[in-house]
């Protein structure tokens, strides 16, 4: 079996270097001849990889996308070319799904709506709530502020009495240096809030480490919702300084993609979609969670 794989930007976080390093032993482990192809963030570079790899004729390819709508010219080529494609991880906007056979991963959307949960069992019914957001234009970022803002409108629609909203926006591009700056600029903006909706934890440490820089104490604390937990963000649900996130596991997202591939090309049926299991986790169930190792 020959699969390639053409991944986001692999040394970006510790979630993507652990979902690597599984899929690779995996792959060993089953007897699949695997190709790995890193974009580096770079849409161009993706597109070009995915031509690349179509070239060399692999049964199947897996391709985390850089950006949800410019990865058209790529998945274009690769139906042309008679090789199906997978997306892993992150989803593709609608209409490039006619391109696509199937999606592996978590439920993106459904992440962004857990932490608005999380966030109205700490705020109550009344809040003004900070945003920072993943890389732009990736569709995991996109679905997980989508869902974060359905849930809100949808609690306004439902109870007269609730009025939490999200007053600003900022990028973090999954990087806890960027995410740093992007609360240093929010900061600026803003000296009353209540919230702070962070797209995984690894860029809430970096915002975390902004707010500890302007005395942020028991007395003005903010309460900090993420959508994905890193190991990080396990011990600092347990310090308090992260209300709640989303554990969802990169070893096992990348057990459920190597064996989804291996079904399909054995001629199996393969749904559409395939989840990967998530759950919330906040100091009321954080000592039932194993403590992520990414």
């Known amino acids: 079996m020959q699969i390639a794989v053409i991944g986001f930007n692999w040394e970006t976080d510790s979630y993507q270097q652990t979902y690597r390093d ?3 032993a ?3 482990q089953k007897g699949v001849n695997l190709s790995i192809y890193d974009a580096q963030g770079s849409i161009e570079q993706q597109i070009e990889l995915v031509r690349q790899a179509v070239q060399s004729k692999p049964d199947v390819i897996a391709l ?3 950006h949800g709508e410019k990865i058209e010219p790529a998945l274009q080529f690769a139906y042309q070319q008679n090789i199906p494609v997978f997306l892993i991880n992150t989803p593709v906007t609608e ?3 006619q391109y696509v056979r199937g999606y592996i991963g978590p439920d993106n959307y459904q992440e962004g709506v857990l932490s608005a949960k999380m966030m109205h069992e700490a705020l109550g019914n009344k809040g003004r ?5 993943g890389f732009p234009g990736y569709k995991t970022a996109v679905l997980r502020s989508l869902g974060f803002h359905q849930y809100l409108k949808d609690m306004r629609q439902q109870n007269s009495e609730f009025d939490i909203e999200v007053v600003d926006v900022a990028a973090g591009y999954w990087s806890r240096d960027k995410a740093y700056q992007a609360m240093q600029r929010l900061l600026r903006r803003h000296n009353n809030f209540d919230g702070l909706y962070v797209a995984d ?3 809430a440490i970096g915002a975390i480490s902004a707010l500890k820089e302007v005395e942020w104490s028991k ?5 900090i919702t993420s959508a994905t937990l890193f190991g990080e963000g396990y011990d600092a649900i347990k310090k308090g300084d992260i209300w709640g996130s989303v554990w969802q596991s990169p070893k096992e997202e990348a057990t459920l993609t190597i064996d989804t591939l291996i079904l399909y090309l054995r001629g199996e049926d393969v749904p ?5 299991p998530i759950k919330p986790v906040t100091k009321d169930n954080v000592d039932d969670i194993q403590r992520p190792i990414f």
């Open 129 to 133: 709530v900070l945003e920072i957001q």
């Open 272 to 276: 559409l979609l395939t989840f990967l």
């Open 201 to 203: 934890d690894n860029m």
């Open 22 to 24: 599984k899929l690779e």
């Open 95 to 97: 209409s490039l799904w």
């Open 219 to 223: 007395d003005y604390s903010p309460k």
């Open 26 to 28: 995996l792959a060993a």
């Open 64 to 66: 985390w996308p850089v």
